[in-house]
């Protein structure tokens, strides 16, 4: 069934929230910063001390003393787990700033409680205090979640989480002076006073994060329905990283009471227990404040969050394992600095995927769930420390710690391989059901647009949508001459995305793109040395049956997932490949007799033309056309990607269908208009080029090339009609690579699919550049021009790879066999001008 579409509200981009001081934010971070710092003192001070400060209040035995300890260490966090959620949820509501104001005079009440105790209970209560009317590390982490800009939200998370280290650091060493000179109840009083005096500051001084535009009338009511149904345990993989940060929690938290016994067994002098559990409880948290800056701008580097989580709990996991070993006190120092290095990934990287995932309005209550996993392993750790001590020695009860972070490892491990298909992935449908355009009008052209599309069992294989393009003014067609032709390519290095963004506003505001009245298809055409091509560009909805023919590079698909975000916009157009029945070719023929729209001539000769298509009967043939075609994508693997990655962020973030289920598309009948293959040589900087010869040498025949570029490559061309073959070039000479041995290539090549042993690209990258030089994808260089490749060996050292033109048929058998070749293996051609037509998402 069809229904009217309502205009969806549009997701905030990165330029349009307001932006803060920057006296604003650092006087953020300086109150996020202390008021952490003094929470986490106020809770740690006590925790490497604990069964040394209830044997002064009068327990007996290691028995008690050890379930004492393990339930007061433990209360905190078990409040935490039930109140976190809640206050998240409120926080959403009222503000995360009144959070952590709460926060912070809930902990001036549980530290005068905590002082006044003279007995285990009135401690425990006090901690039971300190953790359901406390957690300002929370509700600061949600306010760093929520403030960070996406791609520096990871240091936000480790700058915030240095602040629970340094408490953690302090509150030990000053717990551990004070119990002996008696003076702790005194600290506990002025911890109370800091607190107090922060939480006013917090109350005059923070400033709210922005939540993002507001929501027209027509749209609120289906917002706020959908965000009642989102939840926390939507992100993926969400039950495997709630257990695995129960058991990386679990054998963390659980070693703290543990260890204290552990340090008696080792120690030389009993009395020297306390003061050196002190020292070795410092040391750890010393190396987490460290931690905590070097993961956060890890994970901003790698955004790559679950896999820094497995690789830390990994290491927790092997330094406990080696903690059970009597080797005394000062040899556990530098394990103990593993740990603390360690443990500073594990709560920012799991805030960081779930705030990744959160809505905007959301992200306290999705913090909170995923601290709420945190806080049952650091419950349950202490807990059932106590009782294994009991039954069992205690370097088994270390043992046992250690094997439960080894859990958590494993578990965010199973999540991690989720987590790096994210961005590889580009034909596998989302987890959403699939959304098919309804029929094309006859009426009007504007109708299609305004409805929403239908959803049905048997998707059409293309499903398009009209869009209305932003064009160069006249006076303006002939920057497309010019390599800054659009917003993306206006600006290069780390500012690019958020600077694309800023630029294609100011372009819109200026004049210099104007926008078209109607929802329409554009006919392309492009003559010149280059080629010559004509077809249609059209919004094409990302769940279309488009074959892809290439990996993707993670990292490529991520910078330009930050552009789209940034401009609300598509990238250039996906150039796709079909074979039609002319409908289409008819169609374009009659809109190119007219007049075009747009028209420029290129410094290189190739001329670009653009047509406008309106009438609903042209829109229609066209429509139903490519509905049933088999498409291929011939260029933007990771336009394409970058596109349905971002669908589905929003889509998670309870967005629902909107114009960024579509991408900007070029479709050319390879009947009418073949498409060109060319090679995409390799260039290695790094490789010794005299030490790969040998290297090839050993299971390739190598013959020296005498003269020029254009003799290279035509002699390449000869010897690949026979088999794999390779020019490879270097600062001494060019060498050809030819008869590989047969035994050699068919074991490296036997995990690979059929139709890729025969092509050389293949052959390649598997059996030569992996398997003999050990060349790593990140310092592989690609280039389409020979001449430019055999001059930066030249210029730079290194080696550079040639390949010939590929082959029709084996790019065919492999398109055919749905198997995908390695990225930038070949490149069609001629490809669509970027800066024609544009598309954004706010259309209307």
Not at 480 to 501: I, K, M, N, Q
Not at 667 to 692: K, M, S, T, Y
Not at 763 to 783: F, K, S
């Amino acid at each position: 069934m069809t229904r009217t579409l309502q205009r969806e509200p549009r997701p905030p981009a990165a330029s349009q929230h307001r932006r803060r001081r920057p006296d604003a934010h650092s006087r953020n971070l300086l109150l996020l910063w202390a008021g952490q710092f003094v929470n986490t003192a106020g809770l740690m001070m006590l925790v490497p001390i604990m069964p040394f400060y209830l044997e002064d209040m009068g327990t007996r035995g290691t028995t008690e003393t050890q379930t004492w300890a393990g339930v007061a260490i433990a209360a905190p966090a078990l409040a935490l787990t039930v109140a976190t959620p809640l206050w998240g949820r409120l926080g959403d509501r009222v503000g995360r700033k009144w959070m952590v104001v709460r926060a912070l005079f809930g902990l001036v009440a549980a530290m005068v409680v905590m002082a006044a105790a003279t007995t285990p209970v009135l401690l425990v209560v006090g901690r039971l205090l300190q953790g359901s009317l406390g957690g300002v590390v929370e509700a600061a982490a949600a306010f760093a979640g929520s403030a960070g800009a996406d791609k520096k939200r990871g240091s936000s998370l480790g700058k915030s989480f240095s602040a629970t280290a340094a408490g953690a650091l302090a509150g030990p060493i000053a717990g551990g002076l004070f119990v002996g000179a008696g003076g702790l109840r005194q600290l506990m009083l002025v911890i109370a006073a800091a607190a107090a005096v922060i939480a006013v500051a917090c109350a005059i001084g923070l400033e709210e994060p922005e939540r993002g535009r507001p929501r027209n009338k027509a749209s609120d009511t289906r917002h706020r329905t959908r965000e009642r149904r989102s939840s926390a345990l939507h992100v993926p993989s969400a039950l495997v990283l709630a257990l695995a940060a129960i058991g990386a929690y679990f054998g963390s938290y659980g070693l703290i009471p543990v260890f204290a016994e552990q340090v008696k067994d080792v120690v030389a002098e009993p009395d020297t227990a306390s003061l050196w559990a002190g020292v070795l409880h410092s040391v750890m948290w010393g190396a987490t404040l460290v931690g905590s800056f070097w993961w956060g701008k890890h994970n901003d580097r790698t955004n790559r969050p679950l896999r820094t989580f497995a690789i830390a709990a990994a290491g927790i996991s092997a330094s406990i394992a080696v903690l059970s070993l009597p080797l005394g006190p000062i040899a556990y120092i530098p394990l103990r600095l593993v740990q603390g290095f360690c443990f500073a990934a594990l709560a920012q990287s799991l805030f960081l995927h779930f705030s990744h995932h959160a809505p905007d309005d959301h992200k306290s209550s999705y913090v909170g769930t995923a601290n709420s996993f945190l806080l049952i392993g650091q419950s349950a750790g202490p807990l059932l420390a106590g009782s294994l001590v009991a039954v069992m020695p205690v370097s088994s009860a270390v043992l046992t710690m250690a094997a439960a972070s080894g859990l958590g490892c494993l578990l965010a491990l199973v999540a991690t391989r989720r987590e790096k298909r994210t961005l590889e992935s580009s034909d596998e449908a989302d987890e959403d059901e699939t959304i098919v355009l309804p029929t094309i009008s006859t009426s009007d052209a504007h109708a299609k647009v305004s409805s929403t599309p239908a959803r049905t069992r048997e998707p059409a294989r293309v499903q398009l949508q009209p869009f209305r393009g932003w064009l160069l003014a006249p006076h303006r067609l002939q920057d497309l001459g010019s390599r800054y032709a659009t917003p993306w390519d206006h600006y290069a290095g780390s500012c690019a995305p958020a600077e694309a963004g800023n630029a294609l506003r100011a372009w819109q505001r200026s004049g210099t793109l104007v926008q078209d009245r109607q929802h329409a298809f554009y006919v392309y055409e492009q003559t010149g040395p280059r080629g010559s091509q004509r077809g249609v560009i059209a919004g094409v909805h990302l769940d279309s049956h488009l074959l892809p023919h290439q990996e993707v590079s993670p990292d490529r698909a991520n910078n330009l997932l930050d552009t789209v975000r940034a401009g609300q916009m598509n990238l250039d157009p996906v150039l796709l490949g079909y074979t039609g029945n002319s409908r289409v070719t008819t169609q374009l023929n009659a809109a190119a007799r007219q007049s075009p729209v747009s028209e420029t001539l290129t410094a290189e000769g190739q001329r670009h033309r653009l047509w406008r298509i309106t009438e609903s009967e042209a829109l229609n043939d066209i429509a139903r056309e490519l509905a049933t075609a088999s498409t291929f994508i011939a260029d933007g693997h990771h336009r394409h990607v970058a596109a349905r990655q971002y669908r589905r962020e929003l889509h998670s973030a309870a967005y629902g269908p909107g114009p960024w289920d579509y991408l900007t598309g070029y479709f050319v009948d390879l009947e009418q208009n073949p498409l060109h293959l060319a090679p995409i040589h390799r260039v290695l900087p790094g490789v010794d080029a005299h030490a790969a010869l040998n290297q090839a040498a050993t299971r390739y025949r190598i013959l020296p090339l005498g003269g020029e570029l254009a003799g290279w490559l035509r002699t390449l061309k000869q010897y690949t009609l026979h088999g794999p073959a390779f020019v490879i070039v270097s600062p001494q000479g060019a060498f050809l690579l030819s008869a590989p041995d047969r035994a050699f290539l068919a074991c490296e090549l036997q995990h690979l699919p059929e139709p890729l042993h025969t092509m050389d690209v293949a052959v390649l990258h598997t059996g030569l550049i992996q398997a003999l030089w050990r060349v790593r994808e990140g310092h592989i260089h690609y280039e389409a021009n020979a001449a430019t490749a055999v001059q930066q060996v030249r210029q730079r050292g290194g080696l550079a790879v040639l390949l010939a033109p590929p082959r029709q048929e084996e790019v065919k058998r492999a398109l055919a066999a749905g198997v995908r070749i390695p990225r930038k293996a070949l490149a069609f051609g001629p490809k669509p001008h970027p800066g024609l037509v544009l598309r954004t998402f706010d259309e209307d």
